[in-house]
């Protein structure tokens, strides 16, 4: 009588590499995704922070020029001072060339710096000065 | 007869490569996991601060003056009629309009002060948004 060849017991060693080889490759994968959410939710909040605190500096600015008709670029700074931000916002007036009749305008500009996983980003808000 | 089970060499070969893989994963599993629990709840946190920037400021913009009529209520008038309320000391915002109104409540992600008046167009209020504090100044008009 014929002797059945008997199965090898468990796993070979290829087939435990390849299965520890596949689920690293879907970790990582996974890990990508988790990594994205989370720049994307950061990018949330610092645009979140940069509306609130640009158009709180905008109607500042306005509230005041419309009061006595009058901009200085050091109040600005001072505004700004007033604010406890984790980022830089910078103000400027520039003249465009097509403003021929003496108006202004105020930049008001938010800067996200750049971090190990996110490139930096610059937030801006204009307000034309009468 | 054939060979069953793995030889000492082959067992020692995964253990070790078990022990790199884990080394290396933990520490990324760990954070995955966390992410993954924690970020759910901070997107629905800053989609309400969005929500509650874009109610607010719809409601100035269509308006041309403001008023303070209680310590936390506001009345928009001189365009579409709004009434701006704060709930919850400050930790949530309530706007009414003359069809209905919405409410937004921040779940620790945003809370402002009462409304102080500047001019007849302007109001502000201390806002503290995660551990930013800024003087927020809302005024009507475009």
Known sequence: MKKKASRAFGLSLIEVLVTVCLLSILFTGAYGLAGTKKKAMRRIKENNMAMYALESLRNRILADVMRDFT???????????DMYLPFTVTAETVVPSEFRDGRKILRLKMKV?????????????????? | MKKIGFTLIELMIVVAVLGI?????????????HWLKTDDAEMVRQQKLTEAFMLVRTAF?????????????????????????????GEGIRVETAGGGRQVVFDGAMRFSAFQFLDAKTVWCQTQIDSARLPMVWRCGK
């Not at chain 1, 901009?71 to 001072?81: G, H, M, N, Q, T």
Request: glycine fraction near 6%.
């Open chain 1, 113 to 130: 710096p750049t971090t190990n996983d996110a490139i930096g980003r610059i937030y801006v808000r204009e307000v034309v000065l009468p």
């Open chain 2, 61 to 89: 913009y269509d308006s041309s003056f403001v008023e303070i009529t209680g310590p936390d209520e506001l009345k928009l008038s001189g365009g579409k009629w709004r009434r701006i309320l704060r709930l919850k000391s």
């Open chain 2, 21 to 33: 893989t884990c080394t290396y994963f933990i520490a990324p599993i760990n954070q995955l996991h």
């Open chain 1, 71 to 81: 901009f200085d670029v050091k109040k600005a700074e001072l505004y700004i001072k």
